[in-house]
């Protein structure tokens, strides 16, 4: 059992064993980071196999979901395992670099991840808690659970996790709605009319044109009464070989050095719900969330295509009005 905790310096990873699940055993550290941006204390600690690898994920909620990849092996008796990290550590790494290696850059805690053996799948969800002072008017809840993503290697990139959402929530989508191939100039905007906020939740998948081995890219598209939600490409000097570092900002939670293939075009999909927003950048190797809390007024304003960037670009995608998930009654849970 690793539960969370620190010696007053860093955080990390205790574990403890039994050989009977009564009489439990401290045995020492199953992760102790020393690098200098550790925190004193890790919460809601997570730690899991990617179905079909023999690679571990080590997680621990400190100002954030920060992850590490990496190897485990399991001694016998009461001593300390190892866990061995093959990409950065827990709360390493910069922004300078391929570091930064959190779940969601949003508003995302105490996540935790399950098996699916149907799928051999892990599935991760995650705490999206109420922003500013809460409740909010009209509100009758406080904070929600995230949409359930999947964990995954970056085939890219084998260090490094994405986070797509699932597969089923695809089923959801209603009648899709094109957005055309649309030139944003730079500074400029481009509004859809044809999709409204009377469709409630939604989905909105948008591939952005660019050169992001330049600086200066800076484009995505407005909802929810005016909150962008936009790639921007990094300066040129930071780019890795193979890949495009980027930023994904969704209403100022900005998450840096989200990394995709080294491509033209970078897809961006964007979920929306009465009170959040959550944005996955590249296939979800950047992953931000966000609540908020627009007046029918705010959500008048419509849903545009905005580059604030120095270039022009192009832009297009699909919209699909989003089904309420239903949930299983309890006679169904039953059976």
């Not at 866990?83 to 935790?112: E, M, N, R, W």
């Not at 929306?272 to 931000?288: F, H, N, P, T």
Request: proline share 7%.
């Amino acid at each position: 059992m690793a539960t969370g905790c620190g010696d007053r310096k860093k955080g990390g990873a205790c574990l403890f064993k039994s050989a009977n699940f009564v009489n439990w055993t401290a045995v020492g550290w199953l992760h102790h980071p020393q690098g200098p941006q550790n925190t004193q204390f890790w919460e809601c600690p997570d730690f899991f196999q990617i179905p079909g690898t023999d690679k571990w994920v080590l997680k621990g909620s400190a100002s954030g979901d920060w992850w590490a990849l990496g190897s485990y092996t399991q001694k016998t008796g009461m001593v300390e395992d190892t866990f061995t990290p093959i990409s950065y550590d827990v709360h390493d790494g910069s922004t300078q670099a391929l570091g930064l290696q959190k779940y969601d850059f949003g508003q995302f805690y105490a996540s935790k991840t399950f098996y699916d053996p149907v799928k051999k799948r892990q599935i991760l969800w995650g705490w999206v808690a109420e922003e500013g002072r809460s409740p909010h008017a009209g509100e009758d809840w406080s904070s929600i659970q995230s949409l359930p993503r999947s964990v995954l290697i970056d085939p890219t990139n084998t260090s490094r996790l994405m986070f797509p959402p699932i597969e089923e929530l695809e089923t959801l989508r209603g009648t899709p709605i094109t957005i055309p191939s649309t030139v944003v100039k730079s500074k400029g905007t481009a509004p859809l009319p044809m999709i409204t906020s009377s469709f409630g939740q939604m989905e909105i998948e948008i591939n952005i044109t660019a050169d992001f081995t330049q600086p200066g890219v800076q484009a995505g598209i407005s909802v929810m009464g005016g909150v962008p939600v936009f790639l921007q490409s990094l300066p040129k000097k930071m780019n890795v070989e193979g890949v495009n570092l980027l930023t994904v900002n969704a209403g100022g939670h900005v998450g840096q050095s989200v990394i995709g293939p080294s491509t033209s075009t970078v897809n961006l999909r964007v979920f929306l719900d009465k009170s959040s927003i959550e944005a996955y950048a590249a296939g979800g190797r950047g992953v931000v969330s966000k609540r908020v809390y627009p007046t029918a007024a705010q959500l008048a304003q419509g849903i545009q295509l905005i580059n604030t960037g120095a270039s022009d670009v192009t832009i297009s995608g699909t919209a699909w009005p989003m089904a309420t998930a239903t949930y299983p009654t309890a006679d169904e849970l039953l059976a």
